[in-house]
């Protein structure tokens, strides 16, 4: 009797070892104040017709507040479940996402091998965001995202993605979204249409390339349609590891389907975008960083400019400081806000007058847990 309770006891011990597992909650608040001139007033119907500067509280300016759960457990065999659930909230409201749900950010579960990569199912951030490595400012809201008004930084929801483990280097990443359309690419009847994407990255100890292809299909109709919202998406940069040194250069390319087809309120159906930065770890604590952002559009978008100084100051592990001073300048036919605004001309979009620019400070402080 006594060996057979040991034989269970022994094997409920394996069983629970065999079925180890953790659950990590993680968050991120940022907060700050914004100065900014050449902000947008307006007059009938909120068209804008002049502009003044404005003080306001902010969050995410830094980096997006969020909160979120990931687990893992072990299946055996080098095989593990894991999840993820992460949603972002205003620091300064403490209202949260919006019509994209609770987690707005991540929702995801899949099974991850370290010799084979990781499978997901869900909502994720699509793939475009792979550019976060190579900004200068990490997306900050006054940086590559705002030339291409958001294009670089939407989540993505009926997600399968693919994350392969580092071979001689290389790492390979894919996602595949569907319509959940009875047409392949959207017809009006879903939210989403179509969206996909492909990376590859080469890390070295000296530098880092990565490449990077997108789409975004319309959900009305399955189409490329504008270049800021539903489009094609290409992506080449580098980062150079130079010491105290980090080097970053971009080049990035938005495609329609040309033509009749482009429906974008700005009447543009492709631009170009190149993006140069310098990041200075001065000391362990404090980073110094500078960077121009450039976009140049069709069809006679204009050009615009950001050009952006700013750093951090780590407090501790976990709480930072950070401070950002930006201008964009627009060309006669163009008005880009330094912030991602959709396009138009109404004060509700934020952007200046066409050839107007704005300017602006932001100081504040991010904790994360």
Do not use: C
Not at 83 to 108: D, K, V
Not at 128 to 136: A, E, I, L, M
């Amino acid at each position: 009797m006594k060996k057979a309770l040991l034989a269970a006891s022994l094997l409920t011990v394996g069983v629970a070892a065999h079925a180890q597992s953790s659950v990590t909650l993680y968050g991120r608040l940022d907060a700050g104040i914004e100065y900014m001139s050449g902000a947008p007033t307006g007059g009938a119907n909120g068209v804008t017709t002049g502009s003044a500067n404005r003080f306001r509280a902010e969050s995410g300016d830094w980096g997006t507040s969020l909160w979120g759960m990931k687990g893992v457990e072990d299946l055996g065999g080098g095989n593990k479940a894991v999840f993820q659930l992460e949603g972002s909230f205003n620091t300064m409201t403490g209202a949260g996402p919006g019509g994209g749900g609770l987690f707005n950010r991540w929702a995801t579960v899949g099974i991850a091998n370290d010799q084979f990569g990781t499978f997901l199912l869900g909502r994720e951030l699509f793939i475009s965001n792979g550019v976060w490595d190579f900004d200068p400012f990490g997306q900050s809201n006054w940086s590559s995202a705002s030339l291409v008004r958001g294009r670089n930084w939407p989540q993505s929801s009926n997600n399968v993605s693919y994350q392969s483990p580092k071979i001689a280097g290389f790492d390979f990443y894919g996602q595949y979204a569907l319509s959940n359309a009875t047409s392949w690419n959207g017809n009006g009847t879903t939210a989403q249409g179509r969206e996909a994407g492909a990376q590859i990255t080469y890390t070295a100890s000296l530098f880092q390339i990565r490449g990077l292809y997108d789409e975004i299909r319309n959900p009305a109709n399955g189409a490329l349609t504008d270049p800021y919202n539903f489009s094609r998406e290409y992506m080449l940069g580098a980062n150079v590891f130079l010491g105290q040194f980090k080097l970053q250069a971009v080049y990035q390319a938005s495609r329609t389907s040309g033509g009749a087809a482009a429906t974008s309120v700005s009447g543009s159906t492709s631009t170009d975008q190149e993006w140069g930065g310098v990041t200075w770890q001065a000391t362990p604590a404090a980073a110094l960083i500078a960077a121009v952002y450039h976009v140049n559009a069709n069809k006679g978008g204009g050009n615009g400019n950001i050009y952006t100084i700013g750093g951090t100051y780590n407090l501790s592990k976990r709480t930072l400081l950070d401070i950002q001073i930006a201008t964009v300048r627009n060309s006669k036919t163009a008005n880009y806000g330094l912030n991602a605004n959709a396009a138009g001309d109404t004060v509700s979009t934020d952007n200046p007058l066409p050839g107007h620019s704005q300017s602006g400070v932001y100081a504040g402080i991010q904790h994360s847990f």
